[in-house]
Structure formats: C-alpha cells, structure tokens
C-alpha cells in the first residue's frame, strides 16, 4: 500500500487553504491509517517525514493518540537513520509526546535532537525542531531558556513563508514572556499572533491567542477586559470545534471566577476543563494542540 509523499501537502496545511486539505486528509484518515500500518510492517523508509508532512492534520483532527503510537514504533529505529530522517523523528517524537503528555519521552526526543541541530539543512525543520526543544525547556524548569529557543525559532521562522509557525512561534514566544513576568512585550507577541490567524484563518489559533490574552488581562487585574476575550475565545473554539481549546477556555475561566470571588464556580469550571483534557489526551497542567504548551 506504499504512497507517494510528493503528493501529500506538506505546506498547505500551513496556509492559505488549509481547511480544504484538512477535511480531504480527513476524508481519508481510514487510507491514512491503513498506509502507514503497511509502511510500519514494510518500508519504515518514507515514515519520518511523513510524520513531520501529516503532524498538523493529526493535530487538528484530534488522532495525536493514535499518531504518539506510531511515532513511538518508530523511534528504537532512530539511530539506524541519516540525520535528516533521524531528526524529522525526533522532532515529531518529541511534539507528539509534549500533546499526550508524556514529559519523561518528549524530554528525552528533544535532548537526542538538539545535538542534530547543525546537521539539520531545511530551514523549516531547524526553525520548528528549534521551537520543540523550547516547549519542553519548562518541563525541568527552564522558562529562560525555553524563552530564547522561541525567540529563535520566532527569528528563522520570519524570513520563511510559513504563516501557521510563525504564528505558533510568536504565540509560543508571547505566553513564555506572561510566564516570566515580562507582560508589555508578552501582549505584543499574543495581539501578533492573534492578528495573524485571523489573517490566514487560522481559527483554533485565533481563539487560543484570545484566552492568552484573556489571561494576561487577569493577570494584570483586568478583569472586564478578560472576560470579553475569554467569552470570545470560547464562541470561537465551540465555532470550530476545538476540544483542546475549549478546555484551555474553560481553565482561564475557572481562574476568572476564583480571582473574582467565586471559588465554587471557579472548582466546576476548572472540573470541567480537566474532564475535556482527559478525554483529549492533554497532559496535566498544559493543554495543548498545534503545540502549544500553556504554562
């Protein structure tokens, strides 16, 4: 059942048109499934990248569960592979792991890719495997750290034509700066991001810079303002139907209603919030989707 990976569209699930393949890729996720079962028991060859080609379909259509796994068969065959191939699965490892939760293999895909860093000649694999080492620099505590890996993927990622991680990257960079107290330039980062995915339609990126947003009002001790963007984020993640966002939604509300005085509703939206994290497959204290981890 080989297919060809020169037809599958690598980009343009990262810009203009991407709702379009998002529902074709659909359509076919049964042949989908079914190819890559084949290369597994077949040709592992072509498998990397097509996991790198397919990671945002996945991602968007809620089967980063099933994709974790057929990474994970994969990876005891990484160090058989070149470089390249080697770190298209690592990569793909690492962000796949960080959306399941599994801290203990996303750290350890990331820090088996960062050696290949020089290795690594396609700008755009270099610039996201830049962004996935950031997002799991938090999970031993590293916030500085994770900061300026975003900011550098941020850097290389501009001077690409990929409107969908520069955005990820710009929002990544924006919720890392609210983390560590730099609020003014955090709010620049979240309102670009925000003002890109409207650009290119980018709808669950949209509504997941508004609940940033929203949490970065509350956090400054405004809450009327957090209010009206975190109402507008969750209309936009029911609209598109974005669990994972709804649940980040969800979460930012809960920290709403306790800051505002009412710790019951606060313990019932925050209950809720984590049903829906459960039941997406979202790591505990990170709600993620299109990686992007929420500190």
Do not use: K
Not at 75 to 82: E, G, K, V
Request: hydrophobic share 50%.
């Amino acid at each position: 059942m080989p297919i060809t990976t020169g037809r599958w569209p690598s980009g343009r699930l990262r810009g203009v048109g991407h709702r379009e393949w998002a529902e074709r890729l659909q359509a076919e996720a049964g042949n989908l499934a079914a190819a890559l079962g084949w290369y597994l028991g077949h040709d592992t060859g072509p498998l990397p990248h097509l996991f790198r080609v397919l990671w945002l379909f996945w991602e968007l259509r809620d089967h980063m569960g099933e994709a974790h796994a057929w990474v994970e068969q994969l990876l005891p065959a990484a160090d058989s592979l070149n470089p390249p191939a080697r770190a298209e699965l690592l990569w793909a490892s690492a962000v796949a792991a960080i959306e399941v939760g599994d801290d203990a293999a996303a750290l350890a895909a990331s820090q088996r890719l960062a050696p290949l860093l020089v290795e690594i000649d396609d700008p755009h694999l270099h610039a996201v495997s830049q962004l996935a080492m950031a997002w799991t620099s938090p999970i031993v505590g590293d916030f500085d750290g994770a900061l300026r890996g975003a900011l550098v993927s941020l850097e290389e990622l501009r001077d690409q034509d990929e409107p969908y991680w520069t955005a990820v990257a710009v929002l990544s960079a924006g919720d890392l700066e609210m983390a560590v107290g730099r609020h003014d330039i955090a709010q620049r980062h979240l309102r670009e991001a925000r003002d890109l995915a409207e650009r290119f339609d980018f709808a669950w990126l949209a509504a997941w810079s508004r609940v940033q947003l929203g949490t970065l009002a509350l956090v400054r001790g405004r809450l009327d303002e957090a209010l009206a963007l975190l109402d507008a984020a969750l209309g936009l993640s029911l609209t598109v139907r974005s669990t994972l966002n709804v649940s980040l939604s969800l979460a930012a509300f809960a920290r709403l209603a306790f800051v505002a005085g009412d710790p019951e509703r606060a313990v019932l939206l925050a209950g809720a919030s984590e049903g829906l994290r459960r039941g997406s497959a979202c790591g505990p204290g990170r709600c993620c989707g299109g990686g992007r981890p929420s500190w």
